[in-house]
């Protein structure tokens, strides 16, 4: 529908505007450095020219400790203003690099499901840190070396001229072979850069897979092939990035060598000059020591126009994050007068980067306020699918689905969004105490009300008996608590946000009997007024709602009691005879 809105462009320069202040001081503070340091070789040369001037010692002495001295307190002054350049350029690039996560995350937070999906884990992992390094790195050198280069490169080379002209014929040849080099360089490090980043995405998504995934690697042994998929990774991005530095280190010792030549050839020259009493012995040392400068800075540019491109790969796919706009933006309703309902109407639903397959269709039906309404079917028919639409996780392809008689597009999404406590199929448990997991989303919550929550999921009789109770540390993803232990923690984290609407998908699967019993009667009588709605595969869980949704690949195959299903319903009669041969269900 709004397929056609343009696409914001974000520029990352603006990142570096909070810190205008140190991107203005560092460069001055290296400038200051850098003509210290462009005096030093003249100094040192008059030193030199002094020395060896035939004046008796005694003569020579005291010019000589003046200007030693001058140089060490240029030096000390070029030193200070070197040391509070790289601070400031530090205090710019550190700040940069953490306003750029901080929005990156920010955004990824944002993101729709299909979106962070399609970015892939591994991926925005990568992004969100070695990309954003780079970047920063980028901004360091940018303002260390952007003024330091060229007033090597001018500075040197007109105090390099000013002793002799004919060094000229020196620089002439040698800048432009160091140019040569450097585009040589740029041209083809560039396209490597942008695979590099790629290949390190392939091996974080291999980590970040395996590190979460670990118990069914280990439960089906398949290690070897789990080190075999991460050494194809890793020696693929080994070999990208070997490319690259086999060619810098190639590089290096070449203008290595062009820069030395190039001394000798200033000694060779300036020695006939002196001999011909046209310059003195310091003046060509002092020579030798610009040329260097200036093919230093030569080297430092051809560094910018490497992290440059390094950083623009980089760039690219920080900006990629930056500039998604989430899929799903919620309208502005906060408020409606109806509480607690929800209406599905001709709903059609097919997944985003599917080959557009109905997942579900054409379904209406209608939850009264503090109903309790079962979802039933089998495995794979779409139940999950179904309920996700009522929080607007995904956008229906037809038909609409109504929250308090709002439709959910027109709900902002927070509002929409702490109206329902959803209890995932999965349970996801962070890192962190009990306490923390089920206050998510509450943080505010009482320990009176928390326990209260706690009991109505029954799970105050296991977290009771834990060393710490509600204190207890639950390792990440919960590894530490049994697969019904989890589900509970789960449902108490959604009964103490007392929602006007909760959602059970399947959330009780782990329980026996007699405990899910217990928790939907705590359900009933703790959570009053609230519209329950619940997935689940077993007819004992359901047969006490007051509605029955019956589905069958997608479609909405009956809606009513359990005893009018009973007579009405085959899809519902097969499912129940089904189970009472199993003896799945306890009369
Ligand atoms: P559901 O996940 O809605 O099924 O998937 P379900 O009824 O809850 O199944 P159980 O009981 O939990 O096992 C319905 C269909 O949607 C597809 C699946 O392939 C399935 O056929 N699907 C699901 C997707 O295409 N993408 C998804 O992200 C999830
Ligand atoms: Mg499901």
């Known amino acids: 529908m709004k397929k056609t809105e343009k696409k914001k462009k974000i520029k990352l320069t603006r990142y570096l505007k909070p810190y205008w202040v140190f991107c203005i001081l560092s460069p001055l503070l290296m400038a200051g450095e850098v003509l ?40 000390a002054v070029g030193g200070l203003c070197g040391a509070l350049s790289a601070f400031t350029a530090s205090a710019a690039s550190e700040g940069f690099g953490d306003d750029l996560r901080r929005d990156g995350f920010n955004k990824v937070m944002s993101l729709s499901l299909q979106q962070t999906d399609k970015f892939t884990t591994g991926s925005l992992v990568t992004r969100l840190t070695n990309d954003i390094v780079a970047l920063r790195d980028l901004v360091m050198t940018v303002l260390r070396m952007l003024i330091r280069a060229p007033m090597f490169l001018v500075g040197g080379l007109v105090m390099c001229l000013s002793l002799d002209v004919s060094f000229g014929y020196v620089m002439l040849a040698a800048i432009p072979m160091q140019l040569v080099i450097v585009v040589i360089m740029i041209k083809f490090s560039h396209p490597i850069y942008s695979k590099v980043q790629k290949k390190l995405d392939a091996v974080n998504s291999v980590v970040q897979e395996n590190v979460s995934g670990a118990r069914v690697v280990k439960a089906y042994t398949n290690e070897k092939f789990e080190i075999g998929r991460f050494d194809k990774a890793n020696s693929e991005y080994r070999d990208q990035n070997y490319f690259v530095l086999k060619l810098f280190s190639l590089i ?35 020579a030798a020591q610009y040329l260097t400068r200036v093919l230093f800075a030569v080297m430092m540019v051809s560094h910018i126009f490497q992290q440059t491109s390094r950083a623009q790969a980089s760039a690219g796919r920080v900006r990629e994050v930056l500039e998604s706009e989430p899929v799903i933006k919620g309208g502005d309703v906060r408020e409606a007068d109806e509480k607690g309902t929800v209406r599905f109407e001709n709903v059609s639903f097919a997944y985003p980067g599917s080959s557009g397959v109905d997942v579900l269709s054409n379904i209406s039906f209608e939850v009264k306020k503090g109903e309790t309404v079962a979802v039933i079917g089998s495995t794979g028919c779409g139940k999950t ?64 009300e928390i326990l209260r929550a706690a009991e109505i999921a029954q799970a105050d009789t296991f977290v009771s008996k834990m060393p710490n109770k509600y204190y207890t540390y639950v390792a990440e993803k919960g590894t530490s608590l049994s697969g019904g232990q989890k589900q509970r923690i789960a449902i108490a984290r959604g009964v103490l946000r007392r929602p006007e609407i909760i959602i059970f998908d399947d959330s009780t699967s782990a329980l026996d009997l007699s405990t899910e019993a217990k928790v939907q009667q705590g359900i009933r009588e703790g959570l009053e007024g609230t519209t ?56």
């Open 532 to 587: 329950v709605i619940m997935i689940a595969q077993r007819i004992a869980s359901v047969r006490n709602a007051d509605k029955i949704a019956v589905i069958e690949n997608g479609s909405l195959v009956a809606f009513d009691s359990h005893d009018n299903l009973m007579e009405s319903c085959d899809t519902y009669k097969d499912i129940y005879a089904s189970q009472m041969k199993g003896g799945a269900t306890n009369e």
């Open 36 to 75: 210290i340091d462009l005096v030093q070789p003249t100094l040192m040369s008059e030193i030199v020219n002094e020395s060896i001037s035939g004046k008796a010692f005694g003569d020579i002495m005291p010019k000589v400790i003046i200007t030693g001295l001058i140089m060490l307190g240029l030096v």
């Open 252 to 286: 290096m010792p070449v203008m290595m060598i062009v820069m030395n030549m190039a001394v000798v050839a200033i000694i060779l020259i300036g020695g006939y000059r002196a001999e011909a009493q046209a310059i003195n012995v310091g003046d060509v040392m002092a």
């Open 385 to 448: 699918s179904l309920v996700s639409l009522i929080p607007r996780f995904y956008d229906t392809t037809e038909g609409n689905v109504y929250v308090d008689g709002v439709n959910v597009k027109d709900w902002d999404t927070d509002a929409l969004r702490r109206k329902i406590s959803f209890v995932l199929q999965k349970s996801e448990l962070f890192s962190g105490t009990v306490r923390d997991n089920i206050t998510i989303g509450t943080e505010d919550a009482s320990d009176e």
